[in-house]
């Protein structure tokens, strides 16, 4: 087991990113004694369960106060982050915005002319943003995710299974291509070289987007079985862990293939507010709900979710991967296996936890996975000091 508590931390400062001691949690407003029960619930989970190890970091008012490694890591080591990608994606996109270069209410075919066929030519960019757009399997695998060209064909024959903004179908791939393609058009960067220049360099962060496969084995969390050898379990083809395999994480399949430590989320949050690099008004627009829906399909679920631009809001009811115990306004996204990342505007407080343990099936459902990732976003939402109601005020 490694714990690393006190050896690096970061605050997020303008363009930069000094290097610090981390903050001491009273004087951020937070209460030591919650952030023990934080960091015993995740220390269980490694050290007396299933997972082979886990990454947390907790950031508030711009300063990383928590950042720990536990298992078979270390804190330089980077992890998947599945959908807890899209908030980073989702924060290019608010970049854009904020700066003129583009606008939800667009048509995507007025910015990518091959994607305007098979009466695709109707759906804005906000459908693509809130996963109501229509397309939500729509096909496009490796290698032909290499070469742009064949990107863009495989666009144009996409097909609408349903009625743009009728429904809410979480796209899984389809809709982050497309991002994708709407950023380089707009600034001449590829998604990942504006990931790299624009936002991981300046904050000081290691966020990457298509890791080289010579540096998976020393840099990246590798994909591990929780699931006992004897159940027969089978790989959900449909699942992440097509993910595991070194060429598809390195083609760099923009919605799940983000790269990087808890650290890395924590501090990428606290930028949207603090690091002057998004304008106040771009990250409210992004956050603001745009409609709250039952997810339909493939990540069908028994509540309605609340949608932000490519994020979840909590709003009513927050859902098993953001907390119960924070604002209406808190926002984010889990990710498969049971991953974790929000922040919370009103209590200013952002979170991450990674692990590299997988079931077969690639989303831990099981009854202990939905308590795991339950109550670590309750604890880690629950950390202010005054411990009142202040945090939840405007929760209805």
Known sequence: M????????????????P?????????????????????????????????????????????????????????????????????????????LMGEGLLAAGERVADIIPEFGTNGKDVVTV???????????LAPLGWPQMLDRGQRLAAMSKWRLTFEPGSRLEFHLTSAAWVIAEIVERRTGSTLAQYLREEIAEPLGLSLELGVPQERHADDVAPFVSIDPPDTGAT???????YLSKPEILAAGEPSHSLVGTARDVALHYQSLVHSGRWTPTAVTDGIRP??????????????PVTMGLFVVVAGTLPGAYLPATGSAQTFGHGGAPCQVSFMDPVS??????????????????SPRGVARRTNIANLAADVLADASADAVADRP
């Open 2 to 17: 490694c714990a690393d508590r006190r050896e690096r931390g970061t605050t997020v400062s303008g363009s930069s990113s």
């Open 19 to 95: 290097v610090a001691l981390l903050a001491d949690p009273v004087d951020v407003g937070l209460d030591p004694r919650r952030l023990a029960l934080l960091t015993e619930r995740v220390r269980i989970e490694v050290e007396g369960g299933p997972l082979p190890s886990a990454q947390i970091a907790l950031a508030r008012a711009g300063r990383l106060v928590l950042f720990e490694t536990y298992g078979d890591a270390t804190p330089q080591t980077r992890y998947v982050l599945q959908s807890a990608s899209r908030p980073i994606v989702a924060s290019i996109v608010w970049k």
């Open 126 to 136: 906000e459908q693509v943003l809130t996963h109501t757009a229509g397309f939500p």
């Open 235 to 241: 790989v959900d083809p449909w699942g992440p862990w």
């Open 290 to 303: 745009r409609l709250t829906m039952h997810p339909q399909g493939y990540s069908a679920q028994p509540n």
């Open 348 to 365: 200013q407080v952002s979170f991450a936890f990674l692990t590299n343990g997988y079931p077969l099936s690639g989303y831990d459902e």
